[in-house]
């Protein structure tokens, strides 16, 4: 059974840091997506990086771009968001998700860490 649990949401002001931590265990991910999405309030959960566990390859929402990095460390198995420049829109809980790669899909969720970043 997959298992993702994130950690470092917190309190934040306008243009500060926070790094979110997801540690994933159950599987051998190296044929897998993983991704963060977040949820603001009132809003539909949106993506915002992923990255491919064998490959590294990342992908970026345009709105996070430049100013959120997404990393992954294997012998921890273990995925990052670096999230820099923070704005009040950034606000919302965060998911650390994964998907095997031939699913459309993610398919598999953490529980969630609240972000807030106050003006």
């Known amino acids: 059974q997959v298992q993702l649990v994130e950690s470092g949401g917190g309190l934040v002001q306008d243009g500060g840091s926070l790094r979110l931590s997801c540690a994933a265990s159950?599987?051998?991910?190296?044929?897998?997506?993983m991704g963060w999405f977040r949820q603001a309030p009132g809003k539909e959960r949106e993506f915002v990086a992923a990255i491919s566990w064998s490959v590294g390859s990342t992908y970026y929402a345009d709105s996070v771009k430049g100013r959120f990095t997404i990393s992954r460390d294997i012998a921890k198995i273990s995925v990052y968001l670096q999230m820099n420049s923070l704005k009040p829109e950034d606000t919302g809980v965060y998911y650390c998700a994964c998907r095997r790669w031939s699913r459309t899909e993610y398919n598999y969720w953490g529980q969630g860490t609240q972000v807030t970043v106050s003006s």
């Open positions: 159950g599987r051998t991910f190296s044929a897998y997506a």
